[in-house]
């Protein structure tokens, strides 16, 4: 079922795809860290991948992936700045990447709370940023990139749903069509088999139909639809 749900679900597939690329990203650094001689460096990257790992895990057996996508955005977040005080400059490049993957994993105000404090905190490594020009340059660039990723993911968010709208309702009636219906037989099953609640369907079908076409036309029709 989990599988259908990353093929079939934007949401889920997402949160995937970017725990994917980010254990992809890191893991190359987190053994070059070991080879180097930094153990520490190398076991915070070890940790935030197994961070990323399982929080993608829970997303993919969840029916409703937000928890998991709020805890991978924190996860990112808090491995960005760990990082930047430890590795300097080279950690707080990770912080573009990180505030864009915010705002594609995390909706609204939430997005919003956690790039702000990343940034805060970012801002606040003095052995990175350490003339206050610097500080206010990489608080603008940071926010810039916030803003892009904000208009992005909320146009994408919106167009997501009027295509799924599109392809779940009949535009005339806005009733849900076969694959809506199917859908939501499946959560109302899974419900009840959770709950153990009975569960019933009931189908009727309009008679004669054709006449009130006939009589009254097409329009008429489609509006007492």
Request: hydrophobic residues 55%; neutral net charge; glycine residues 6%.
């Amino acid at each position: 079922m989990w599988i259908e749900r990353l093929r079939h679900d934007f949401r889920h597939s997402l949160v995937v795809m970017f725990g994917a690329i980010a254990i992809a990203g890191i893991a190359p650094f987190a053994f070059y860290r070991f080879l180097e001689g930094q153990a520490l460096q190398g076991v915070l990257d070890l940790l935030l991948i197994a961070c990323i790992g399982v929080g993608s895990e829970r997303a993919v057996r969840s029916a409703n992936p937000q928890r998991a996508s709020l805890f991978l955005a924190i996860a990112y977040c808090l491995g960005c700045i760990a990082v930047a005080r430890l590795s300097g400059l080279a950690g707080l490049l990770w912080a573009f990447p990180v505030l864009v993957a915010n705002f594609m994993l995390v909706r609204g105000w939430r997005a919003v709370l956690v790039s702000a404090l990343t940034i805060a905190a970012l801002a606040t490594i003095d052995t990175v940023l350490a003339t206050l020009t610097e500080k206010a340059i990489f608080v603008a660039t940071s926010l810039v990139v916030s803003l892009f990723a904000f208009v992005f993911a909320s146009r994408a968010e919106h167009q997501r749903a009027q295509l799924e709208k599109l392809a779940r309702h009949d535009p005339l009636t806005g009733a849900s069509n076969r694959r809506g219906m199917q859908e939501e037989l499946e959560v109302a099953i899974a419900a009840s088999e959770r709950n153990g609640e009975p569960l019933a369907l009931f189908v009727f079908d309009l008679d004669h139909f054709k006449q009130v076409n006939d009589s009254f036309g097409h329009d008429a029709g489609d509006h007492v639809l």
